[in-house]
């Protein structure tokens, strides 16, 4: 009987084993191998749970390839974490496992549960006393392992162990297959979603697109977001930040600002680690802990929670041109790998375009200054002038003009400061670059600080582009800054500091640029008083008045004025074709008592008029503003009498009319007096032209 029994129990297991095989052939995916064995090998063998596991590539680690759902082990808050981490082998239960051919029996009371990994100790938490592992044999090299629980001590018996035998390399083929063909189909979508990828990133153009499809990117595929990308600065050491997620950062924005808002440099730590490597790299953060690594980084990471970062260098052919670095705790490294060459090439691409635009309104603004300059240039191919009060500032201009110091020029309105800033550069060794203007008065504060030293795209409102400052323009030139008396203190202070540092930050921008710059001044405010004032800083004054030059109003040097009116004759006989040759003697007389407090500037459109008013060849009349007697005119001492005053009085207006009575530009009209009544006046008051002329 029991000879039959014995029988008839082969007989069963016979024929469920071969149930088993028929049905494994049939087995497509994990989910059919799982159902497969939980009916099928259960009766056989009468395990309560079961598991399958599979090797990393380097076999350093396994995790789960097959869980069972009606494991007691769901139950528990760990359980997530126990199906998704992987395992170093050499725990002491799996590498014996392992090592063996045969199925090892593990009685779990022995095992110490507390030390164990988390998967044992949830199973023994969940009343499994008794495991056996057999690694399965096949091409693979025992990648795949079965692991079957029992609640009770003495399920797995030989009968049992002899069953697990039987069945394993057909399992294991089971298993290479579908892992196989996983990996087909893990291949197929990660090329099918590079190349979707690649056609996005190919449709972008700007920065802002390329954020959307790189976030876009990251999060459907690897469900993690972009940390940051560096691009390489022309400098080929600075670091800067260029696309990141601020989102990740809300909770360490302390951490996150100090660690991007410093400079970075391709020698740095994890950048020059990135940067050597070809492929991306993972970072264990405990491992660089240890090794005392880039502290900063490290304690950022760790207040982020993470165990891992992923780090990939930008390339575009041999050359890098950034890194990207990624939070996430596990990345898949060949479909990263791909996507950075694609992102790589866009930013190249992206950042080329910016320089052209940047190029093309260097260009521009290069354009602007060039048709100033040809409308200005024949007013610095001479200046006019050759008394005293000239020579000296000759002298003065060519003991600085080969030298880079800073020159500030003083003098009224029209004296010639740009003419002699402009000749200053023109005999300069920097005269083969373009001189640079700012008028500090022309602009609002608010846009000087831009004009100055530039932005970047979305510095502030209304900053759509970025704009290049012509402090960076003047690179190697010289930078003409006109009424800088007028410029806000707010402004004085950047001024300041590039001055003392020379080098600058644009708006909104990360990197600091070097400049060398020369800097010409040039004010008609007394810059003394202004600081007293306090309008206008005292350091700035002080490392702007290196050397001074200081123009002579046009009034204080008379003998320049006809040489000043025939030069502006003959350029306007140039433009407008006409052959004026000169001045009347009276004409000549009135500019010369005239004040000029227009200075040069007055002279030159006065003559521009009178040429084209005039259509003699002889400038027989010009029209002078009505001169305004002066305060000191006016005012007489106390001790004369009115009849004296008056007589004073008269002949000082007589003298600013060159004798003139009667007549629209006479003195009797500028008095309020008929012509007769002056004349009788003159004569009563014993007026004679030797008194007036
Ligand atoms: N010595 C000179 N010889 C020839 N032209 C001159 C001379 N001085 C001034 N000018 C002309 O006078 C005009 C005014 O000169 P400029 O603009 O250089 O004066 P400025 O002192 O810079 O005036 P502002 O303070 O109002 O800016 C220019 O057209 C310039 O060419």
Same mark, same amino acid.
């Given at each position: 009987?029991?000879?039959?029994?014995?029988?008839?129990?082969?007989?069963?297991?016979?024929?469920?084993?071969?149930?088993?095989?028929?049905?494994?052939?049939?087995?497509?995916?994990?989910?059919?191998?799982?159902?497969?064995?939980?009916?099928?090998?259960?009766?056989?063998?009468?395990?309560?749970?079961?598991?399958?596991?599979?090797?990393?590539?380097?076999?350093?680690?396994?995790?789960?390839?097959?869980?069972?759902?009606?494991?007691?082990?769901?139950?528990?808050?760990?359980?997530?974490?126990?199906?998704?981490?992987?395992?170093?082998?050499?725990?002491?239960?799996?590498?014996?496992?392992?090592?063996?051919?045969?199925?090892?029996?593990?009685?779990?009371?022995?095992?110490?549960?507390?030390?164990?990994?988390?998967?044992?100790?949830?199973?023994?938490?969940?009343?499994?006393?008794?495991?056996?592992?057999?690694?399965?044999?096949?091409?693979?090299?025992?990648?795949?392992?079965?692991?079957?629980?029992?609640?009770?001590?003495?399920?797995?018996?030989?009968?049992?162990?002899? $069953?697990?035998?039987?069945?394993?390399?057909?399992?294991?083929?089971?298993?290479?297959?579908?892992?196989?063909?996983?990996?087909?189909?893990?291949?197929?979508?990660?090329?099918?979603?590079?190349?979707?990828?690649?056609?996005?990133?190919?449709?972008?153009?700007?920065?802002?697109?390329?954020?959307?499809?790189?976030?876009?990117?990251?999060?459907?595929?690897?469900?993690?977001?972009?940390?940051?990308?560096?691009?390489?600065?022309?400098?080929?050491?600075?670091?800067?930040?260029?696309?990141?997620?601020?989102?990740?950062?809300?909770?360490?924005?302390?951490?996150?600002?100090?660690?991007?808002?410093?400079?970075?440099?391709?020698?740095?730590?994890?950048?020059?680690?990135?940067?050597?490597?070809?492929?991306?790299?993972?970072?264990?953060?405990?491992?660089?802990?240890?090794?005392?690594?880039?502290?900063?980084?490290?304690?950022?990471?760790?207040?982020?929670?993470?165990?891992?970062?992923?780090?990939?260098?930008?390339?575009?052919?041999?050359?890098?041109?950034?890194?990207?670095?990624?939070?996430?705790?596990?990345?898949?490294?060949?479909?990263?790998?791909?996507?950075?060459?694609?992102?790589?090439?866009?930013?190249?691409?992206?950042?080329?375009?910016?320089?052209?635009?940047?190029?093309?309104?260097?260009?521009?603004?290069?354009?602007?200054?060039?048709?100033?300059?040809?409308?200005?240039?024949?007013?610095?191919?001479?200046?006019?002038?050759?008394?005293?009060?000239?020579?000296?500032?000759?002298?003065?201009?060519?003991?600085?003009?080969?030298?880079?110091?800073?020159?500030?020029?003083?003098?009224?309105?029209?004296?010639?400061?740009?003419?002699?800033?402009?000749?200053?550069?023109?005999?300069?060794?920097?005269?083969?670059?373009?001189?640079?203007?700012?008028?500090?008065?022309?602009?609002?504060?608010?846009?000087?600080?831009?004009?100055?030293?530039?932005?970047?795209?979305?510095?502030?409102?209304?900053?759509?582009?970025?704009? $290049?400052?012509?402090?960076?323009?003047?690179?190697?030139?010289?930078?003409?800054?006109?009424?800088?008396?007028?410029?806000?203190?707010?402004?004085?202070?950047?001024?300041?500091?590039?001055?003392?540092?020379?080098?600058?930050?644009?708006?909104?921008?990360?990197?600091?640029?070097?400049?060398?710059?020369?800097?010409?001044?040039?004010?008609?405010?007394?810059?003394?008083?202004?600081?007293?004032?306090?309008?206008?800083?005292?350091?700035?004054?002080?490392?702007?008045?290196?050397?001074?030059?200081?123009?002579?109003?046009?009034?204080?040097?008379?003998?320049?004025?006809?040489?000043?009116?025939?030069?502006?004759?003959?350029?306007?006989?140039?433009?407008?074709?006409?052959?004026?040759?000169?001045?009347?003697?009276?004409?000549?007389?009135?500019?010369?008592?005239?004040?000029?407090?227009?200075?040069?500037?007055?002279?030159?459109?006065?003559?521009?008029?009178?040429?084209?008013?005039?259509?003699?060849?002889?400038?027989?009349?010009?029209?002078?503003?009505?001169?305004?007697?002066?305060?000191?005119?006016?005012?007489?001492?106390?001790?004369?009498?009115?009849?004296?005053?008056?007589?004073?009085?008269?002949?000082?207006?007589?003298?600013?009319?060159?004798?003139?009575?009667?007549?629209?530009?006479?003195?009797?009209?500028?008095?309020?007096?008929?012509?007769?009544?002056?004349?009788?006046?003159?004569?009563?008051?014993? $007026?004679?032209?030797?008194?007036?002329?």
């Amino acid at each position: 009987m029991l000879k039959n029994e014995e029988l008839a129990e082969k007989e069963r297991i016979n024929e469920a084993l071969l149930e088993l095989s028929n049905r494994m052939v049939k087995v497509r995916d994990r989910r059919d191998l799982l159902h497969v064995i939980n009916t099928g090998l259960r009766k056989a063998i009468n395990f309560t749970a079961c598991v399958m596991t599979i090797l990393d590539d380097v076999h350093q680690t396994y995790k789960a390839f097959l869980t069972d759902p009606d494991s007691k082990s769901r139950d528990y808050a760990a359980y997530n974490e126990a199906i998704s981490t992987p395992y170093p082998v050499a725990d002491g239960i799996y590498d014996v496992a392992a090592q063996s051919d045969a199925p090892v029996l593990f009685d779990m009371r022995r095992i110490d549960v507390a030390n164990a990994p988390v998967w044992i100790k949830l199973h023994y938490a969940a009343g499994a006393r008794e495991m056996v592992i057999k690694a399965l044999p096949g091409d693979d090299a025992r990648r795949h392992s079965l692991i079957l629980f029992s609640d009770e001590t003495g399920t797995f018996d030989d009968c049992a162990l002899h $069953i697990i035998e039987r069945i394993s390399s057909q399992l294991s083929t089971a298993a290479s297959n579908i892992t196989a063909n996983e990996e087909i189909l893990n291949r197929e979508s990660e090329k099918s979603f590079l190349l979707n990828f690649s056609q996005n990133i190919a449709a972008v153009r700007t920065k802002a697109d390329l954020e959307t499809t790189i976030s876009d990117a990251l999060q459907q595929l690897l469900s993690t977001r972009l940390a940051m990308i560096r691009v390489i600065e022309d400098d080929g050491e600075t670091l800067t930040p260029y696309l990141w997620d601020i989102s990740l950062f809300k909770d360490v924005m302390d951490m996150y600002d100090q660690l991007a808002n410093r400079r970075a440099t391709v020698g740095e730590y994890f950048f020059a680690q990135v940067l050597a490597s070809k492929e991306p790299i993972v970072i264990d953060i405990a491992e660089e802990e240890r090794k005392g690594n880039s502290p900063a980084y490290i304690a950022f990471w760790k207040k982020l929670g993470l165990k891992n970062v992923y780090a990939s260098a930008l390339r575009v052919g041999e050359q890098n041109v950034g890194t990207m670095f990624f939070l996430s705790d596990e990345l898949n490294l060949s479909l990263l790998k791909g996507l950075c060459a694609q992102i790589s090439i866009a930013i190249s691409n992206i950042r080329a375009n910016e320089k052209v635009l940047a190029y093309k309104q260097l260009l521009e603004i290069e354009n602007d200054q060039l048709k100033e300059q040809i409308r200005t240039i024949y007013n610095f191919s001479e200046i006019v002038g050759s008394g005293a009060e000239m020579q000296e500032v000759y002298h003065l201009m060519s003991l600085v003009a080969d030298s880079g110091s800073t020159v500030l020029l003083l003098g009224e309105t029209g004296t010639g400061k740009e003419l002699i800033a402009r000749a200053i550069h023109n005999a300069s060794p920097r005269k083969n670059k373009l001189m640079i203007k700012v008028n500090c008065a022309a602009l609002p504060a608010s846009l000087i600080e831009s004009e100055l030293f530039g932005h970047e795209k979305g510095a502030f409102t209304g900053a759509v582009e970025r704009r $290049i400052g012509k402090f960076e323009l003047a690179d190697q030139s010289t930078l003409f800054l006109d009424e800088i008396g007028e410029m806000p203190l707010e402004a004085q202070v950047k001024l300041l500091r590039v001055l003392q540092e020379k080098e600058l930050e644009r708006i909104g921008g990360k990197t600091t640029i070097k400049v060398d710059v020369r800097i010409i001044a040039a004010t008609n405010r007394n810059l003394e008083a202004e600081v007293r004032e306090g309008r206008f800083r005292s350091d700035l004054y002080y490392r702007l008045n290196v050397f001074p030059i200081v123009l002579p109003p046009l009034r204080n040097r008379p003998d320049d004025i006809l040489p000043l009116a025939h030069f502006f004759i003959d350029r306007y006989n140039k433009n407008s074709g006409r052959k004026v040759t000169g001045f009347s003697p009276r004409v000549i007389q009135e500019l010369q008592a005239y004040h000029w407090p227009g200075n040069v500037r007055e002279l030159e459109h006065l003559i521009e008029r009178s040429v084209l008013l005039n259509e003699d060849v002889m400038v027989r009349e010009i029209h002078l503003p009505k001169p305004i007697p002066t305060e000191k005119a006016l005012v007489a001492p106390l001790s004369q009498t009115l009849a004296e005053v008056e007589r004073a009085y008269i002949i000082e207006v007589l003298k600013q009319f060159q004798g003139r009575i009667s007549g629209a530009d006479g003195a009797a009209e500028f008095l309020d007096l008929p012509s007769t009544t002056l004349h009788s006046k003159i004569k009563k008051l014993k $007026i004679s032209k030797a008194d007036y002329f």
